[in-house]
């Protein structure tokens, strides 16, 4: 129960699913939690949630895509909290599409959230834990789609490989600095959030489609993608940066 006590962490896309998931289980086990999110009503249900279970939270609105909207995130985090040991850049969104199909707009969208809220979330993180010299964590949402290609997910398969790919450049900047700051990145398999559960929709037939792509015979649990980004963030892996951490149900041994 107390594998980050004493931590600072900020997790973004923390109203629901994984990242929600993630934020519960750091305060469950010692961490104080801001909540990075668009939605506010959700985010302050995460917050409540947290707090009646004797954790410390912090809702923060929080659009990745801005810059001036991290630089605020990290402040109100040092500002409540005196310091930050963790960041989990979890926001993203899926955007079905093959690469004839897909349309620069939706392109980008999916890149502006998806890549560039990892890159400003990374980037402000570091420069939110060198300033009370901490030796944190970062953890990058990447996926499985970062790892094998998808002809429907064009864009996704490149937001989540270029997530792979810069996680090693941060994580390699960051060793050859001196910081002491670990980077990170976590690839999950299917996971039944409501991103998937608006893939499929009441479709059980486009469900079990799913299912079957995974050797281990069912679809993760947000908690199962939580427990591995609580490993990343704890001084339990202190010698891992730069890695990829795959939890897929078998989806990528195949």
């Known amino acids: 129960m107390a594998r980050v006590a004493g931590k600072v962490a900020i997790v973004s896309g923390s109203a629901g699913g994984i990242g929600k998931a993630t934020a519960v289980l750091l305060a469950k086990e010692g961490a104080s939690v801001v909540i990075g999110d668009v939605n506010e009503e959700e ?12 954790g410390k939270a912090l809702f ?5 895509r801005k810059e001036e909207a991290w630089v605020a995130a990290i402040d109100a985090t040092l ?7 963790i960041a989990v850049n979890n926001a993203g ?24 809220g990892v890159f400003l979330g990374t980037k402000h993180a570091i ?5 009370n010299g901490t030796k944190g964590s970062i953890v990058n949402l990447s996926s499985i789609e970062g790892l094998i290609g998808d002809p429907t997910l064009a864009a996704y398969n490149a937001s989540k490989g270029g997530v792979r790919i810069f996680t090693k450049s941060a994580a390699l900047h960051c060793a050859k600095s001196g910081y002491g700051i670990r980077v990170n990145s976590v690839h999950p398999g299917y996971i039944w959030t409501p991103m998937v559960q608006g ?3 009441e479709d059980v037939a486009a469900r079990q489609k799913l299912v079957d792509l995974h050797p281990i015979g069912h679809l993760g649990e947000p908690d199962d ?12 892996s202190k010698f891992m940066t730069g890695s990829e951490l795959v939890i897929d149900g078998g989806y990528t041994a195949q």
């Not at 500002?79 to 040991?85: C, E, N």
């Open 79 to 85: 500002k409540a909290f005196g310091k930050l040991d």
């Open 127 to 131: 420069e939110g834990m060198k300033k």
């Open 199 to 201: 893939l499929t929709a």
């Open 225 to 236: 993608i939580a427990y591995g980004i609580l490993y990343l963030a704890s001084d339990e």
């Open 43 to 54: 985010g302050r249900k995460t917050v409540a949630e947290i707090e009646a279970a004797g």
């Open 93 to 116: 969104i899926a955007h079905p599409g093959t690469v004839e199909s897909a349309t620069l707009e939706d392109w980008h969208l999916v890149q502006s959230i998806n890549l560039d």
């Open 60 to 64: 923060v609105p929080l659009d990745v």
